[in-house]
């Protein structure tokens, strides 16, 4: 190990930011009290570090020092303390191994669980120094300043504040319940920080009485409640750290020991982000929240800066906490929180919640490359989020699945890159229709991998979507389509099997967040499995000539497609499917022409939305499907320009009569197109006058006018009803709107008004709604808080309940009924006053907002009419305003549903309790 290093006659200085024995001087040029302040003057005065931790001290060049310090001997316990420093600094010639030895043996020693005499060791000896730290006597940071002072590496005690074990993030903190000590070294010219005691063992738990934890990510993090325990390794966070890393949880009570140019303020050090070890060990920046304590309604965000060449060997997870309450079982909150990588540069949070409340967000991360065994998950940032504002429309996001959202390893491995969506959220502003783009980065056959999406309806409950994805592979390139239905947050998860696995892996997922106009149908059946050329396809010397690509997008009525043959003995047919297309309509609608070995399919697409079309193969061994296509049709609402004069006279014109008596199909589709108007059927007319229409003929211009005005008439005529019958208000006023512009109100007078009544009666029903969901909380809390409440409104929220799913047994005066002069409401009223207090979906105001009038039971409808029969508006209003909106709403849904019903009601028996069970009807 090379020649023996003698402990210096002449000892190092003592330093402490306090007054650490009566005799100690203070030094102000080193803001510190000394033993000698004439040679403590001569030392650097507490500046910023000229280098990082990194750029000075590699591990891995200290594994000898290491060794050598933890396996040293265990008699020198019972030796001078001269007599450890020697042997551990034999050897070392330079201050940064001495102080590296130093740290190293200091935080191997389990001091908690060594055998140490409870009578006091000889002072002399090293075990005395550790007998002190196990009875409080002494620290850490002490131990190190004397093992310090004998190597002659000038040590400073420092005294402050820390947000250690006994910390809540946010919290004020306390001289006597946060304090701490800890040391700088003087290594090399610099100032360098060091915390054995944090450095010997791990942080404990948090205050676990105060909060519960309601959403673990998507990790593998385990338990309920978090536990922590200490581990006698020595973690490298707390040697040599850098300054802006030791200030986030350490501050001097001496600024200028903060060793930053701009020193915090202790205002600042209580209110900054609480960052941990991890964030700096990852190089993170944060971007926002700078505060640790967040102030927000309904929603807040947090956005980190990820160094771009670890991005991908970078993972987080989340953990969520509440403030536990007194209010009994909490609605679970594991899904209120989105994070996601916007870029390779950025990290987003999301956090949001439908109840005013006090929560606590924990973010922590690893990073991949590292194997070492003892390391996992570490926090990076606790922060407290406040929310203060109850809002029932928040909705919790789609399901995080376990790889997380947006591109990641799990699709890089597979061999795939994004082309054009590199976050994990895609917003959608237009129709709806996304197309999502990946390139490959590996030779495998991409025609034989089994690739597949799934569309997840976000909201309160998980609603997987089938047929809203599909995907092709063109040019090397594998693309996904996606058509969301409506408004809304979906989970786009996507799947990949190659030909070694044996299951489907998710490799990549985004949340998809609409913002559509209108609605879009799912896409045909059948074509999950991938559009395009299928195996069979090559291999019967086939050749696409119009469309090689497997979807298509078209605003021309008439889709042609071709193929070329090579081989004659091959028969192609082509089948057809849509929303809207009978089976015995899609022949129709097909028209195939062979010219050669060219084949050639004219498809008619009858009306605006998705087609599939399969084409198959024969040879003679039955069909094999050989290409798929999906088609997404919208009507162009162009005008077909008009032939110019010039090409009108170089073709003549037929006299309009001879040409009726030569071409016979005229006479066959005005035949047709009658038949159809006697016979409503929309479908053959519109046949019919397309057929009409291409003949091109100018004596058949009524013909068609007449069959356009009665297409228009059984096409508004069918919505007008269909509308009504649905009871839907926006189909009702997009037809009689449609109505109105065709100009065929009077031939429609009955369905009419027939449409306007529903409309009326609904607005009504919605104007109901809306009064209740406008009552605000103060309302509601007030005829929740009534602990005898006036029969009047205990019976109108008996029947508004009732309508609500809550029968009669849960909610109904148990001891005397209302009449009695004498009656007290010693009865379930709690019931109703807690379902009054819930929150979240299972609010009131929510399940209100919910409510389908239909699904309510015509015999529950009567039940709850009859609950409030006795009382007028005037009688509830005069005890409680809130009761009075409710009693409003639940006269007039109750008198709809008896009008909906109008024709059984008088057949019906009244209910409102779910014992009752058997028949309803009083025939």
């Known amino acids: 190990m090379g020649k023996k290093t003698k402990v210096a006659p002449e000892l190092g200085r003592l330093l402490s930011t306090y007054q650490l024995i009566p005799s100690f001087k203070e030094c102000a ?57 020697e042997y551990l600094t034999e050897g070392l010639e330079d201050d940064l191994s001495k102080v590296r030895a130093i740290y190293r043996w200091v935080t191997c020693q389990p001091v908690d669980s060594m055998k140490i005499p409870n009578k006091e060791p000889s002072q002399s000896h090293t075990m005395f120094q550790l007998w002190r730290i196990k009875h409080r006597k002494g620290n850490y940071a002490q131990l190190i300043s004397l093992l ?27 001289e006597e319940q946060h304090y701490g000590e800890w040391n700088a070294v003087l290594v090399d010219g610099n100032w360098r920080f060091i915390n054995a005691y944090w450095g010997t063992c791990a942080e404990g738990g948090t205050e676990e009485e105060m909060w519960e934890v309601v959403d673990k990510g998507d990790g593998e993090l385990k338990g309920d409640q978090q536990s922590r325990q200490l581990f006698y390794s020595c973690d490298e966070n707390y040697f040599l750290t850098d300054p802006d890393q030791m200030v986030s949880t350490h501050l001097p009570s001496q600024p200028s020991w903060q060793l930053l140019a701009n020193p915090v303020t202790e205002d600042d050090f209580t209110e900054n982000a609480f960052l941990k070890d991890r964030f700096f060990n990852m190089n993170l920046k944060l971007k926002k929240p700078k505060k640790c304590v967040v102030m927000c309604q309904s929603e807040t965000e947090l956005v980190f800066e990820i ?64 194997r070492d065994k003892t390391y996992d998950y570490d926090w990076i940032a606790i922060y407290k989020l406040v929310f203060g504002k109850d809002d029932d429309s928040i909705e919790p996001f789609p399901e995080c699945p ?94 990949a099997k190659g030909e070694r696995d044996k299951e489907a892996k998710n490799i ?32 019967l010397g086939l050749r696409a000539l119009s469309h090689q690509s497997g979807m298509i997008e078209t605003d021309e009525e008439v889709l042609e497609i071709s193929f070329e043959k090579t081989n004659e003995n091959i028969e192609l047919s082509l089948s057809l499917t849509g ?99 006697q016979e409503q059927n929309e479908t053959d007319l519109e046949l019919a006058l397309d057929d009409l229409k291409n003949l091109g003929l100018p004596t058949v211009k009524d013909e068609i006018q007449y069959g356009e005005t009665e297409l228009d008439v059984m096409r508004c005529r069918r919505e007008l009803n269909e509308a009504t019958e649905l009871k839907d208000m926006d189909a009702l006023k997009s037809a009689l709107q449609l109505t109105k512009t065709k100009n065929v109100e009077n031939r429609l007078t009955e369905e009419v008004v027939r449409a306007k009544a529903m409309l009326d009666r609904l607005r009504n029903i919605a104007k109901l709604m809306h009064a209740v969901l406008g009552l605000d909380q103060k309302t509601i809390a007030e005829i929740r808080g009534y602990q005898h409440p006036p029969p009047a409104v205990h019976h109108v929220m008996m029947a508004s309940l009732l309508l609500l799913g809550h029968w009669e047994e849960e909610t109904e ?56 029969r006795d009382f007028t508006l005037d009688q509830v209003r005069m005890v409680s305003a809130g009761g009075a909106t409710f009693y409003i709403w639940v006269r007039g849904l109750t008198e709809e549903i008896e009008k909906r019903n109008a024709e059984i009601v008088h057949t019906v028996r009244p209910r409102t309790s779910q014992r009752r069970k058997d028949k309803t009807s009083l025939g």
């Not at 007194?326 to 949070?349: A, K």
């Not at 929560?359 to 991949?368: H, I, M, Q, T, W």
């Not at 990549?508 to 499995?529: D, L, V, W």
Request: proline share 7%; aromatic share 8%.
């Open 307 to 370: 160094p771009k060449e670890r991005s991908l060997n970078l993972d987080f997870q989340h953990l969520l906490f509440r403030m536990k309450s007194t209010q009994g079982n909490l609605p679970r909150y594991d899904r209120y929180v989105f994070l996601q990588r916007t870029n390779d540069e950025t990290l987003q949070i999301r956090v949001r919640s439908p109840v005013a409340d006090t929560f606590r967000f924990e973010l922590v991360g690893k990073d991949v490359t590292v």
């Open 402 to 495: 376990i790889i997380g959202w947006g591109p990641g390893r799990a699709m890089m491995e597979f061999g795939l890159a994004p082309m054009s969506h590199f976050g994990g959220e895609i917003k959608n502003k237009d129709d709806g229709k996304i197309e999502v783009k990946f390139g490959t980065t590996s030779d495998k056959d991409w025609n034989k991998v089994k690739i597949h999406g799934e569309l997840v309806k976000g909201g309160g409950e998980s609603e997987p979507l089938p047929d809203h994805v599909i995907h092709r592979v063109e040019n090397g390139d594998v693309i996904f389509n996606v058509n969301t239905p409506k408004t809304g947050e979906y989970a786009l998860k996507l799947y």
């Open 29 to 85: 040029e080193l803001h510190c009290f000394a033993d000698d302040v004439e040679k403590a003057k001569l030392l650097p005065p507490p500046v910023p570090p000229t280098t990082k931790k990194h750029e000075i001290f590699d591990i891995n060049k200290y594994k000898k020092v290491d060794e050598r310090a933890v396996k040293a001997p265990s008699k020198l316990l019972k030796q001078p303390l001269s007599n450890l420093v």
């Open 813 to 868: 005066k148990i001891v005397k009924r209302y009449k009695d002069p004498d009656f007290h409401c010693t009865s379930d009223w709690k019931n109703v006053q807690i379902a009054l207090g819930k929150l979240g979906k299972d609010s009131i105001k929510r399940k209100i907002q919910e409510l389908k009038v239909n699904d309510i039971p015509l015999d529950v409808a009567l039940g709850a009419r009859d609950l409030i």
């Open 148 to 174: 310090c002072r004998f190597a002659q590496l000038p040590c400073i005690i420092i005294h402050g504040k820390l947000k250690g074990s006994t910390y809540e993030v946010g919290e004020k903190l306390d």
């Open 579 to 677: 929303n809207t297309i009978r089976p015995e309509m899609a022949k129709r609608l097909i028209e195939e022409t062979v010219e050669g070995n060219i084949v050639t399919y004219k498809v008619r697409l009858p009306q605006t939305g998705n087609y599939g079309i399969k084409v198959m193969g024969n040879r003679g061994r039955g069909n094999e499907n050989v290409y798929d296509y999906v088609v997404q049709y919208k009507k162009s609402h162009k005008k077909k320009s008009k032939p110019s004069q010039n090409a009108a006279s170089e073709m003549p014109k037929p006299p309009p009569e001879p040409q009726v008596q030569r071409d016979p199909r005229l006479t066959e589709y005005i035949q047709t197109m009658k038949r159809a108007i």
């Open 508 to 539: 990549c997922n985004y949340m998809i967040t609409s913002e559509q106009k209108g609605e879009n149908y799912a896409f045909p059946r059948g074509f999950q499995g991938g559009l395009g050329p299928k195996e069979a396809f090559n291999s």
